[in-house]
């Protein structure tokens, strides 16, 4: 984590309140099923790995966890699809699931993932995302159920976040400099 402080801005949620905030946000997912629910955990990779393992750790019911990875087109953004590229192993037709995010942006990926889920059936979808960046959303009828903090519209990095596939492994939220991808 050293090498890479010297290329942030500035640290905008340090590990402690990221750490508490993910154990509050447990207990209020914990709060919102009936008890003894099962639960299956979907994690969107690659991003959301480092929140999707704390926060499972604080989430008091039985869960399973099964991981999806989707990409968006590049270039053609504009017809707001997304494809497949990892399914999810198991089916989720009768399963409560938690989609696990570790950002919403313009949220395209989400409504995308929303949707493809929804056409299997499962008893119910709920969105738990760690950030959440409202100023550039352009996706508006996203329900996010379980949100850890609202931030402006910076460049983000850190805790699963990646700049070209680095920094996901930094235990705090911070901003690159902007010479480092400008
Ligand atoms: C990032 C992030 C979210 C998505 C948010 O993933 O992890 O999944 O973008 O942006 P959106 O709301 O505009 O769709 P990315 O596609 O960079 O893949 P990664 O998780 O592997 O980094
Ligand atoms: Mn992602
Ligand atoms: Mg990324």
Request: with cysteine.
């Amino acid at each position: 984590a050293k090498i890479a402080e010297d290329k942030l801005a500035e640290i905008i949620i340090e590990q402690d309140e990221l750490q508490n905030r993910i154990e509050e946000m447990g207990r209020e997912i914990t709060d919102a099923y009936e008890p003894g629910t099962e639960l299956r955990l979907v994690c969107i990779l690659r991003g959301a790995v480092m929140f999707m393992a704390d926060l499972s750790q604080s989430i008091n019911m039985p869960v399973t966890f099964d991981f999806m990875e989707v990409s968006s087109y590049s270039g053609t953004e504009s017809t707001g699809t997304v494809r497949i590229i990892k399914d999810l192993e198991d089916a989720i037709s009768g399963e409560h699931v938690l989609i696990v995010e570790d950002i919403i942006d313009t949220g395209l990926t989400l409504r995308n993932v929303v949707d493809m889920l929804e056409t299997r059936k499962p008893a119910s979808i709920k969105v738990a995302t760690l950030l959440d960046k409202p100023e550039r959303r352009d996706y508006k009828h996203i329900d996010v159920d379980f949100n850890g903090f609202e931030i402006p519209d910076k460049f983000v990095v850190g805790y699963g976040l990646d700049y070209e596939e680095k920094y996901r492994n930094l235990p705090f939220i911070g901003v690159l400099e902007e010479g480092e991808y400008n």
